[in-house]
């Protein structure tokens, strides 16, 4: 995120990921700190929204079993983003999003890796 944030990196979230940050900071900031954090998530990344086909399609895939990954899957192909970072790889293991744990990518932006393995 701190590489979005600075403008080293184009980040993408789901709407809905904007809404677990609210909700599970709740008790580490009042909701004025919540709301400032918010709207700095939607002026430094591009949030990327849900409507009921992709929800829908999410639901249909019988591959996932989360539907929380099935709905980030749906934003990634949306947007046609090359990459999901993440610490779970098996959730997403038909996108058409390469999955990539946040070591890589970061090691990537650092122009450190040489290679990396995704799905």
């Known amino acids: 995120m701190r590489y979005c944030i600075s403008g080293k ?7 809905h990921s904007i809404l677990n940050i609210f909700y599970i900071t709740r008790r580490i900031f009042d909701i ?10 939607c002026e430094k990344f ?12 999410a639901l249909r895939n019988k591959n ?3 539907l929380e990954d099935g709905l980030q899957m ?5 947007e046609n983003l090359d990459y999901i ?22 090691e990537l932006l650092e ?4 290679s990396f393995i995704a799905n």
Do not use: Y
Request: charged share 25%.
């Open 64 to 66: 996932w079993r989360d």
């Open 9 to 15: 990196a184009k980040g993408h979230l789901a709407s």
């Open 111 to 114: 122009g450190k890796a040489s």
């Open 85 to 106: 970072v993440t610490r779970d790889p098996k959730g997403f293991a038909d996108s058409t999003a390469r999955t990539i744990s946040p070591e890589i990518f970061l």
């Open 46 to 57: 591009n949030v990327v929204g849900l409507d009921k086909q992709m929800i829908a399609k």
């Open 74 to 78: 749906q934003c990634a192909v949306a």
């Open 32 to 41: 004025e700190a919540r709301k400032e954090i918010s709207l700095m998530l």
